[in-house]
């Protein structure tokens, strides 16, 4: 008996320990699947086959799972081609048990880096455009009307939607076979280029997506007018996530000028909290709060700034 515990005490520190130095990486977790050989493949190509597949549906899944909300069926298949085209940078580590040992079953002891994937989907614009679609100002030149019809697929594919006299803004100039993009945000702008549109399209709205996120150190915009509204966050857990909360929004100072907790209210429906703010950009704010509350089981209404 003192050998078990003692056995689970090392587990349990090794786990802890990784945990520690591998913050980003989840527990490892076991998979299975049924191999099943087709006609013509041996026994190792049928098993890579399914490991290949297996892995692949178990990330997807893990990525859903991580989403404010479900995901349309139009944007599914994007989001699969992101999980295939970078598969290996969401795996810490891959373990297959001998599947001659357990038959034509295969076992797998997999860690995922959770921090790599969540990175992702938020480049990739979905934690930010699952709500509503984020609109932009287009302004096309040098195209033809099969670039025309993948930029189409590309729009709906980000959740994007365009828009006039909006912000962000973005030229895609095609010029002797060659994508020339610049994407204006109102506060910077990013540019890329390349022989193909996707690519040179993924870039510039990675830029604009990894912006949203909160810099390590803040500074306020200058001469730029603050506009005051009142946001309500719902779903707390315990008040003092509320003050965490607050003190979140102070480190906000690009888009945050004052913020006031003015009160609390607890309900059948949880704990939610009301703050007077002043932001200089209404939907930056938006953007960030939708980035920041993923996955978190809180919701926000933004009242009145125009």
Same mark, same amino acid.
Request: aromatic content about 10%; charged content about 25%; overall charge negative.
């Given at each position: 008996?003192?050998?078990?515990?003692?056995?689970?005490?090392?587990?349990?520190?090794?786990?802890?320990?990784?945990? %520690?130095?591998?913050?980003?990486?989840?527990?490892?977790?076991?998979?299975?699947?049924? +191999?099943? /050989?087709?006609?013509?493949?041996?026994?190792?190509?049928?098993?890579?086959?399914? $490991?290949?597949?297996?892995?692949?549906?178990?990330?997807?899944?893990?990525?859903?799972?991580?989403?404010?909300?479900?995901?349309?069926?139009?944007?599914?298949?994007?989001?699969?081609?992101? @999980?295939? &085209?970078?598969?290996?940078?969401?795996?810490?580590? +891959?373990? +297959?048990? *001998? /599947?001659?040992?357990?038959?034509?079953?295969?076992?797998? *002891?997999?860690?995922?880096?959770?921090?790599?994937?969540? !990175?992702?989907?938020?480049?990739?614009?979905?934690?930010?455009?699952?709500?509503?679609?984020?609109?932009?100002?287009?302004?096309?030149?040098?195209?033809?009307?099969? *670039?025309?019809?993948?930029?189409?697929?590309?729009?709906?594919?980000?959740? %994007?939607?365009?828009?006039?006299?909006?912000? /962000?803004?973005?030229?895609?100039?095609?010029?002797?076979?060659? #994508?020339?993009?610049?994407?204006?945000?109102?506060?910077?702008?990013?540019?890329?280029?390349? =022989? !193909?549109?996707?690519? +040179? #399209?993924?870039?510039?709205? &990675?830029?604009?997506?990894?912006?949203?996120? /909160?810099?390590?150190?803040?500074?306020? =915009?200058?001469?730029?007018? &603050?506009?005051?509204?009142?946001?309500? @966050?719902?779903?707390?857990?315990?008040?003092? $996530? @509320?003050?965490?909360?607050?003190?979140?929004?102070?480190?906000?100072?690009? %888009?945050?000028?004052?913020?006031?907790?003015?009160?609390?209210?607890?309900?059948?429906?949880?704990?939610?909290?009301?703050?007077?703010?002043?932001?200089?950009? !209404?939907?930056?704010?938006? *953007?960030?709060?939708?980035?920041? @509350?993923?996955?978190?089981?809180?919701?926000?209404? #933004?009242?009145?700034?125009?």
């Amino acid at each position: 008996m003192y050998q078990s515990g003692r056995s689970i005490a090392v587990v349990l520190a090794g786990v802890l320990l990784g945990m %520690l130095l591998f913050p980003g990486f989840g527990a490892a977790e076991m998979i299975q699947a049924i +191999v099943q /050989p087709k006609e013509g493949e041996s026994q190792a190509q049928s098993v890579e086959r399914v $490991k290949k597949q297996t892995l692949e549906d178990a990330l997807y899944n893990k990525a859903v799972g991580m989403l404010p909300k479900k995901l349309p069926a139009d944007r599914q298949k994007t989001l699969r081609a992101m @999980i295939v &085209a970078n598969q290996k940078d969401f795996l810490r580590s +891959v373990e +297959v048990l *001998d /599947p001659e040992a357990s038959g034509n079953l295969l076992v797998m *002891d997999v860690i995922f880096d959770e921090q790599a994937l969540s !990175q992702k989907l938020r480049l990739s614009g979905l934690y930010y455009t699952l709500n509503k679609k984020r609109p932009f100002q287009l302004d096309l030149q040098g195209a033809a009307p099969e *670039d025309k019809q993948e930029l189409d697929g590309l729009i709906a594919a980000s959740g %994007l939607e365009p828009a006039v006299d909006v912000m /962000p803004s973005l030229k895609l100039l095609k010029e002797e076979g060659v #994508w020339n993009g610049t994407l204006d945000t109102g506060y910077g702008q990013f540019n890329e280029q390349g =022989p !193909q549109l996707e690519p +040179v #399209w993924k870039k510039l709205w &990675a830029h604009y997506f990894a912006s949203l996120a /909160p810099a390590q150190k803040e500074e306020a =915009p200058k001469n730029i007018q &603050a506009s005051k509204g009142v946001v309500i @966050i719902r779903g707390f857990s315990s008040p003092d $996530k @509320i003050y965490v909360f607050d003190a979140v929004f102070g480190k906000w100072k690009s %888009l945050v000028a004052q913020s006031k907790l003015q009160k609390i209210d607890m309900n059948t429906l949880g704990i939610e909290a009301e703050w007077e703010v002043e932001v200089f950009d !209404q939907q930056g704010f938006a *953007d960030r709060m939708e980035g920041y @509350i993923a996955n978190s089981g809180l919701t926000y209404s #933004w009242f009145g700034a125009e």
